[in-house]
Nanobody, 124 residues
């Protein structure tokens, strides 16, 4: 049974930091590529960052230099360190997993096979 569970969201003032975690289970073969997406009210879901099983990362221009994605395969955990947060970062954040090495398609929702339920981040 594949499962992804996010945590670490909350409310923070602009300029602050949060670290999101996503614990994944159900077989390492199901998580070759992992990503973070976010969806703000009234907007489409967008890719934030992604990471391959070998540690290669991709990140959206809107968060480059502020957000860092990482994963600990031994702990089956995906992370998103978010610094210098802005009100525009307010959204529901989702982690996602893909069985395949999707690389330059990392920001396409349909490339991911599994999704978590999301964790809310509010920046004021």
């Amino acid at each position: 049974h594949v499962q992804l569970v996010e945590s670490g969201g909350g409310s923070v003032q602009a300029g602050g930091s949060l670290r999101l975690s996503c614990v994944f289970s159900g077989g390492s073969d199901n998580f070759r590529f992992m990503g973070w997406f976010r969806q703000a009210p009234g907007k489409e879901r967008e890719g934030v960052a992604a990471i391959d099983s070998d540690g290669t990362t991709s990140i959206a221009d809107s968060v480059k230099g502020r957000f860092t994605i990482s994963r600990d395969n031994a702990k089956n955990t995906l992370y998103l360190q978010m610094d210098s947060l802005k009100p525009d970062d307010t959204a529901m954040y989702y982690c996602a997993g893909s069985r395949f090495a999707i690389h330059n398609r990392w920001n396409l929702e349909y490339e991911y096979n599994y999704w978590g339920q999301g964790t809310q981040v509010t920046v004021s």
